[in-house]
C-alpha cells in the first residue's frame, strides 16, 4: 500500500465542499458514496502511519477516524437503502 495521492484527497475535499454547498438536498446515496471514498483515504493514511513509524497514539488516532468515518457511511447506505432519500427525513 502505498501513500494517499494528493489528487486523491483533494478530490474526496471538493465532494465534501460540493455537499456542503447542496445542503440538505444533498441525497442519502451521494452522501453513503462519499463518506465511502472518505473512509477509504482516511484507512490508507492509517495504514500508512502504522509502517512508517508513527507513535502508537497517532497511529490508534488515525485507525479511529477511519473506523468512524465507515461507520457513518454505513449508516448512510442504511438510511439509503431504506429510501430515506435526504439526511432531513
Do not use: C, F, H, N
Not at 458514496?33 to 482516511?42: D, I, M, R, S, W
Amino acid at each position: 500500500m502505498t501513500a494517499v495521492p494528493a489528487a486523491q484527497v483533494s478530490a474526496v475535499l471538493a465532494w465534501a465542499a460540493r455537499l456542503a454547498a447542496a445542503g440538505p438536498a444533498a441525497g442519502t446515496a451521494e452522501t453513503a458514496a462519499y463518506l465511502t471514498a472518505k473512509a477509504a483515504v482516511l484507512e490508507r493514511i492509517a495504514a500508512g502511519r502504522a509502517r512508517g513509524g508513527w507513535s502508537p497514539e497517532d497511529v490508534t488516532a488515525a485507525a479511529e477516524t477511519a473506523a468512524r468515518a465507515r461507520e457513518a457511511a454505513g449508516t448512510a447506505a442504511l438510511a439509503a437503502g431504506a429510501g430515506i432519500t435526504t439526511l432531513e427525513d
